[in-house]
T-cell receptor
C-alpha cells in the first residue's frame, strides 16, 4: 500500500533560518503530493501541492518539488518566522488508492 | 465559502454516554472523510464516504462507532457508549474528488473528552 515518511520532530530553529522538512513516499501509479499545516487548536490547512513529477508547489514562501526519481517532496523555506511554528504534514492522494495517506507530522518551533 | 463546519467544537462527556459529532461539508464536494487525531496514534482515517455512500470504514475502531451521511450536506459520527480512550480531536474533511489533485479541506475539529 501507499506510505509517507516524514522526518521526526520537533525541528527547532531561530527566526530567519532556512527550513527543510524531509518527506518520502511509496505509491503505485502517479499520486498527487501535498503539504498541510496545522496551527495549535486548528484543523489542517492545505499549504501547497504538486500533481505531477517535477512540479513545484509554492505558497507563503514555502516550496516543495515533486521528485519522482527519489520519491520525495521535501518542504523548504528560506527564512522562517515565529508565526510558522506549527505541525506540518506531508500527504499523498491517488496513486492507485482512493484513500489519502498522511505522514505522522513534523512539529516546527521557531524562536525569536 | 464557509468551509467545512463541525459541531460541537468541544464536547465533554462521561463514560458510557452517547456522543454525536456533526459535519457539514463544503457545498459541491462529493467525498467526505472522518479522522481522529491523538498524540499517540497521530491522524487516523476512520471512514470515507463518496456521494453519501460509505466506501471504506476499515478505520472505525469498533462497533461502538458509527457514521452516517443522509445527504450531501450533512454527516454524523456517533460513539455509543463512549469510553475514556475515545478522547481525541475528531476532524471532518471534504474533497472535490472529481477535480485533479483530490485535495482535502478540513474542518476545525471537535475536541472530545470522555471522563
Amino acid at each position: 500500500g501507499n506510505s509517507v515518511t516524514q522526518m521526526e520532530g520537533p525541528v527547532t530553529l531561530s527566526e530567519e533560518a532556512f527550513l527543510t522538512i524531509n518527506c518520502t513516499y511509496t505509491a503505485t501509479g502517479y499520486p498527487s503530493l501535498f503539504w498541510y499545516v496545522q496551527y495549535p487548536g486548528e484543523g489542517l490547512q492545505l499549504l501547497l501541492k504538486a500533481t505531477k513529477a517535477d512540479d513545484k508547489g509554492s505558497n507563503k514562501g514555502f516550496e516543495a518539488t515533486y521528485r519522482k526519481e527519489t520519491t520525495s517532496f521535501h518542504l523548504e523555506k528560506g527564512s522562517v518566522q515565529v508565526s510558522d511554528s506549527a505541525v506540518y504534514f506531508c500527504a499523498l492522494f491517488g496513486g492507485g488508492s482512493y484513500i489519502p495517506t498522511f505522514g505522522r507530522g513534523t512539529s516546527l518551533i521557531v524562536h525569536p | 465559502d464557509a468551509g467545512v463546519i463541525q459541531s460541537p467544537r468541544h464536547e465533554v462527556t462521561e463514560m458510557g454516554q452517547e456522543v454525536t459529532l456533526r459535519c457539514k461539508p463544503i457545498s459541491g464536494h462529493n467525498s467526505l472523510f472522518w479522522y481522529r487525531q491523538t498524540m499517540m496514534r497521530g491522524l487516523e482515517l476512520l471512514i470515507y464516504f463518496n456521494n453519501n455512500v460509505p466506501i471504506d470504514d476499515s478505520g472505525m475502531p469498533e462497533d461502538r462507532f458509527s457514521a452516517k451521511m443522509p445527504n450531501a450536506s450533512f454527516s454524523t459520527l456517533k460513539i455509543q457508549p463512549s469510553e475514556p480512550r475515545d478522547s481525541a480531536v475528531y476532524f471532518c474533511a471534504s474533497s472535490p474528488r472529481d477535480r485533479e489533485g483530490y485535495e482535502q479541506y478540513f474542518g476545525p475539529g471537535t475536541r472530545l473528552t470522555v471522563t
